[in-house]
């Protein structure tokens, strides 16, 4: 059954993402959990020996008979304390018993000295032990239940005799490794080739097929994957799936309608409870408690055949619901509905089953085990991204259980209104509940990024998770007032603050009602000055909903939707079909094209590139359609071709240095004489390098306009990759060098007279819009569903006190002082 490693400390466990630390959360040194300490001494987490005591008595490390060796590191930085305020109770050399005693320590002198009290307890010898079964986003008691520890065994790989092995190494592209939604791509793919075809990362081997053995391979961007295929399209199903697994199969883009990242709790006060922040919001209703009930099945079986039966049945009659559920469903909704049906029809899971079956267990039984044996291999792989797909195999799980068992599964009822407290939720429970239309959600457990999370955002589902015990302590039917911006419930409320509460509800939703009702009208700062309020489309879809919600113009049409996941570039008419269509549906509104924006995170298989030790800062944006002109002819023939003439604009993307500009302006005005076309063509740049931003003049002086991509900006200013799950969360376009990036572009571009936009994710941040206007941003690019409400935005404030907003930002000293002065002027409106 593996070592149980128990916690040496009572608290709070928590994965180790979540220590502010490159060194643990890196996992440089091992796997393991981390612990927000609540008591003050540490015990012997297992029976064993004390291996190491370092001399500032702020760390410890334990061998097991077994030979497994944990660390126990109090805080970070306590090094420096020198021993100040730890008293260690045991010696080298020593033998313990788990409880025993190890270190004491001062909790507050070292909470008020200490960079951070959070405690990583660490498997050093990862490649003898690894860890099974974990605990993580719960309180803890010391001697708990923390870790499994199960031996490694190296997998042996498979070398079959027939026919020829190929393999190519590919680096994983995707943001966050291979999860659920990708790895449903990849067995789609796989399934359409008579080959078999593995992925190996290290001595790891997964069948392509098979969604649960690619999550098992617990893969992060930037692995190195090794294809292998064997079979009759063993070399087409090569190229294929290398082709796929150098893209980010649109992760980059799904991040746009992601959850925030985990935001810290605001100062709480009694009666509030804490959370980390899934889907903004506010809401207010009874709180309806939704308790899952264990669903009990039979261990023996009636026989192979009549189980089997059951088990085939029992899927038949789930998948069709939940294609039910994805063929009515869209965005999020969709998404999460696929890798549902890639989880049902996963051959590894159906094997796993009815070798089971075959074994004398029942069908309820084999299934449980099957999902039980691929949990446990997600868990070991240490990945919190894929740790948190874990809830979708656990929902399918109980999806089959309840056929099989005839049993109602819950929260089948909720009254309007509620918000729903949980321990946590499936994702097919949430979309089951959504028709109902709760108020928003509260769980005790999930995290920001799961699919749940996920949902929730895409639904305008205000959600707090993660928020721990105190929320079992909220009775069925308790008021509830729940702030999904500062991330906290407040139970059984003041009358004063359900006033309070109310009020602020009532003016976002007068807000929400004022834009809607004037969301076709054009857009003017409360003093007249003209703000544009366009939306970034990627579809006709999208441009329809952005002209439905009163999109003045697509300030950003994402032209990489017809480049990616496939193995031609489009034509000249297939390009112009769909750029035809998005400006039809904008019925003549100012559209502007992006240029082709591949390369780095956003690779296309039939463009090759060579290896980059740094991709970001390689070939993409339009130095690949520079070293392609053939791409970039094709591309611009068809936006020239667009009707009317003049509607459409130009944009180039990643402009480091005027003379890109020039040189596609050059083809431009080329293929303009060719073509015949007399009237003028619109060329801007995208402000996306501080190179860009600083020379702004230079550029604005032979622009027809700037517009800025504040995601790529905010990263390269900041040097963080936004696609590095480690550091992303920091990389947060509110921090006052990316601020003083835009405001100087609009200095620098207002010298020749030109306009400058913003088309990244800030332009869809209500609390960034008044710092925009004040830096002298005059046109918003915003998602669709944004739009109506960024007018009306807009049109409450004065370019002044704009201006003087933004004067104060500048001055902040970090993102997180700048949404606090954001969130005051908000409130002062």
């Not at 008595?57 to 126990?72: M, Q, T």
């Not at 810290?264 to 009694?270: H, N, V």
């Not at 366009?534 to 480049?563: I, K, M, P, Y």
């Not at 190179?691 to 990263?715: C, H, K, R, V, Y």
Request: aromatic letters at 2%; a negative charge.
């Amino acid at each position: 059954m593996g070592l149980i490693i128990t916690s040496p400390l009572r608290g709070w466990a928590t994965t180790l993402d979540d220590v502010p630390d490159p060194v643990f959360a890196q996992r440089m040194m091992g796997d393991g959990v981390a612990i927000q300490p609540l008591g003050d001494t540490v015990v012997a987490p297992f029976d064993g020996e004390v291996v190491t005591l370092h001399e500032a008595g702020h760390a410890v490390s334990l061998r097991s008979a077994e030979g497994a060796e944990v660390l126990i590191h109090i805080g970070l930085d306590t090094v420096m304390l020198k021993g100040e305020g730890f008293t260690p109770l045991v010696a080298i050399g020593d033998t313990v018993a788990r409880g025993d005693p190890l270190i004491r320590f001062d909790l507050d002198a070292v909470a008020l000295a200490a960079t951070s009290l959070i405690t990583p307890v660490i498997v050093t010898n990862a490649e003898a032990f690894a860890i099974g079964r974990r605990t993580t986003d719960a309180a803890i008691g010391a001697c708990e239940a923390l870790m499994t520890l199960v031996p490694v065994q190296a997998e042996a790989r498979r070398r079959s005799d027939d026919g020829i092995l190929v393999e190519q190494a590919v680096t994983l592209s995707l943001p966050h490794g291979i999860h659920a939604r990708p790895a449903a791509r990849i067995g789609e793919a796989a399934r359409g080739f008579e080959a078999d075809v593995h992925l190996v990362k290290g001595d790891k081997r997964g069948d392509a097929r098979s969604t649960v053995a690619l999550l098992a391979l617990g893969t992060a961007f930037g692995d190195e994957i090794v294809v292998q295929a064997r079979g009759d399209d063993a070399e087409a199903a090569l190229a294929a799936l290398v082709a796929l697994l150098a893209t980010d199969m649109g992760e980059a883009a799904a991040a746009v309608v992601a959850p925030l990242p985990a935001t810290a709790a605001s100062p709480l006060r009694a009666g509030q409870i804490g959370g980390v922040i899934a889907s903004p919001g506010l809401a207010m209703g009874p709180a309806a408690r939704l308790r899952q009930t264990e669903i009990a099945v039979a261990r023996e079986g009636a026989g192979a055949a009549e189980e089997r039966a059951a088990l085939l049945a029992a899927r038949e009659e789930v998948r069709a619901m939940i294609a039910a559920r994805a063929d009515g469903a869209s965005g999020s909704v969709a998404s999460v509905m696929q890798a549902h049906l890639a989880l049902i029809d996963d051959p590894e899971l159906i094997a796993a089953a009815e070798g089971r079956i075959a074994a004398g267990n029942s069908a309820g039984f084999a299934w449980r085990g099957a999902i039980h044996d691929q949990i446990d291999a997600i868990r070991a792989t240490g990945n919190a991204h894929l740790i948190e797909r874990i809830d979708d195999l656990i929902d399918i799980e109980r999806q089959m259980l309840a056929v099989l068992t005839g049993t109602p599964l819950d929260g089948a009822n909720i009254a309007a209104g509620v918000i729903v407290v949980a321990e946590d939720l499936l994702p097919s429970q949430l979309v089951a509940l959504a028709a109902q239309k709760p108020a928003g959600i509260c769980l005790r457990r999930g995290g920001p990024t799961s699919h749940v999370a996920i949902l929730c955002a895409g639904m305008g589902l205000p959600s707090l998770v993660a928020m721990g015990d105190a929320l079992d302590e909220i009775a069925e039917g308790t008021p509830l007032l729940l702030d999904a911006e500062l991330g906290h419930v407040t139970a059984a409320p003041s009358a004063a603050g359900t006033d309070a509460f109310t009020a602020r509800l009532a003016k976002r939703d007068a807000r929400r009602e004022a834009a809607q009702a004037a969301a076709k009208d054009a857009c003017h700062s409360a003093d007249g000055t003209r703000i544009e309020i366009f939306a970034n489309v990627g579809s006709v879809d999208e441009a329809r909903a952005a002209a439905t919600q009163g999109a003045e113009g697509s300030g950003l049409v994402r032209s990489e939707f017809l480049f990616l996941d496939r193995d031609t570039a489009p034509s000249e008419d297939e390009q112009h079909a769909a750029y035809q269509g998005i400006a039809d549906a904008l019925a003549e509104r100012p559209v502007i094209v992006r240029l082709l924006d591949i390369g780095g995170d956003k690779p296309a298989a039939y463009i090759p590139f060579d290896a980059e030790e740094n991709p970001a800062l390689g070939q993409r944006g339009i130095r690949v359609a520079l070293a392609r002109p053939d791409l970039l002819e094709t591309q611009l023939r068809a936006i020239l071709r667009i009707e009317p003439a003049g509607q459409c604009k130009i944009m180039i993307p990643m402009v480091a240095s005027l003379d890109e500009l020039r040189q596609v302006r050059a083809v431009v005005e080329r293929l303009r004489g060719e073509m015949g076309i007399a009237a003028p063509v619109e060329v801007g740049v995208m402000v996306e390098t501080p190179a860009a931003a600083m020379t702004a003049d230079l550029l604005a002086a032979e622009a027809d306009f700037l517009s800025i991509g504040t995601n790529d900006l905010t990263q390269y200013v900041l040097a963080m990759d936004r696609g590095n799950p480690a550091v992303a969360a920091g990389a947060d376009a509110m921090h006052p060098a990316v601020l003083r990036m835009i405001g100087e572009t609009c200095r620098l571009a207002a010298v020749h007279g030109r306009w400058v936009g913003v088309c990244g994710g800030l332009a869809s941040d209500p609390a960034a819009l008044p710092i925009l206007i004040g830096l002298g941003v005059t046109e918003l690019s915003a998602v669709p569903g944004f739009v109506a409400e960024a007018k009306q935005i807009v049109r409450g404030l004065s370019l002044p006190e704009a201006q003087a907003h933004a004067a104060l930002a500048l001055q902040c000293k970090s993102a997180a002082e700048v949404r606090a002065l954001a969130r005051a002027f908000e409130e002062t409106r």
